[in-house]
């Protein structure tokens, strides 16, 4: 069986084949088609491969660990320049400033 008939007809992907297009990881991760390209357009999350002959986006687990980063950067209202500093240098007391800047008055006072 050669590599086009295990893909289904398509082109083999590079990688282990655990790869997924951007509207089933927009599924999987309850975000929009539109938000995947934003991200991308910011630098925050590359596709693992494009095909260059479709254009289309396929991600695997590297990209699903990023935009589960992103996803929960946004919770603590960060903004998106401020997550693409933290992606690229890793730095995790920025995490840790932004979570003390967030607490709760509540439970600062019982502190």
Known sequence: MTASERSGGRDAL???GRLFRI???ADM???SLGTLRHYERC???EPEYIDPRTGY???GAKQFEVLNTIRYLRVLDMPLTQIAE???NRDV???EDKLCCTESPDRAQTA
């Open 57 to 59: 986006r396929y991600y």
């Open 23 to 25: 509207g089933k990881v």
């Open 93 to 95: 007391h920025v995490i």
């Open 43 to 45: 630098g925050l999350l």
């Open 29 to 31: 991760f309850n975000v």
């Open 86 to 88: 933290f992606l690229h």
């Open 14 to 16: 590079p990688g282990d």
